[in-house]
Structures are given as structure tokens and as C-alpha cells.
Nanobody
Framework: QVQLVESGGGLVQPGGSLRLSCAASGSIFSINYMGWYRQAPGKQREFVARIASGGSTHYADSVKGRFTISRDNAKNTVYLQMNSLKPEDTAVYYC????????WGQGTQVTVSS
């Protein structure tokens, strides 16, 4: 089993920045990928960014060039640095880990508004 705990969400003005964190615990050696998804009110959950165990990354087109996913293996933590935030980035952001099963965190709210 893998447990994921997100933090770092909040309210930010357009053009601002936030960094989300996701701390993993449990059977972390089984994780192949970790990433971030988001879900806005009334919309389906969508892929945001992903990082493989080997370090390769992939981003949704909507965030490419603005968001950066990274990891700190010593802390068993993955980060999402979000720059140049737009109102359309407003959503609940969920941490995801893929291993023997698909694991999800509880989500953290990101609101981009003036």
C-alpha cells in the first residue's frame, strides 16, 4: 500500500506561483510513476504532469512551459512548481502514484483569482 499526502495549495493571483508537494509513504519501492492530475468544478479529472522512476517527465500541453514536476528521493516527495498561473488552472490537484496499483492523494485546492 502507498499513501500520498498533498500540500501547498491555496489562493494566488493570476501570474503568481505555487509549489505543490506530495509526500509518499508505504510500499514506495513499487512506484513506477508519480504525477499530478486536476479536476475543476463540473469537469472531468485531467492529466497535468508525470515523472517516471528514471526521471523522465511528461506534461499536458496546457501547462507545458509553466509547470515543472520534480522529485526529492531522500524525502520521498514529488513537487509541482506552478508559474504564470491562470484562472483556468483553478482546480483540486491530486497526487497520483502508479505501481502495482493506482494510488491517489486526497487533493489540494488551487484557486487562481483576482
Amino acid at each position: 500500500q502507498v499513501q500520498l499526502v498533498e500540500s501547498g495549495g491555496g489562493l494566488v493571483q493570476p501570474g503568481g506561483s505555487l509549489r505543490l508537494s506530495c509526500a509518499a509513504s508505504g510500499s514506495i519501492f513499487s512506484i513506477n510513476y508519480m504525477g499530478w492530475y486536476r479536476q475543476a468544478p463540473g469537469k472531468q479529472r485531467e492529466f497535468v504532469a508525470r515523472i517516471a522512476s528514471g526521471g523522465s517527465t511528461h506534461y499536458a500541453d496546457s501547462v507545458k512551459g509553466r509547470f515543472t514536476i520534480s522529485r526529492d528521493n531522500a524525502k520521498n516527495t514529488v513537487y509541482l512548481q506552478m508559474n504564470s498561473l491562470k484562472p483556468e488552472d483553478t482546480a483540486v490537484y491530486y497526487c497520483n502514484a502508479l505501481g502495482m496499483s493506482n494510488y491517489w492523494g486526497q487533493g489540494t485546492q488551487v484557486t487562481v483569482s483576482s
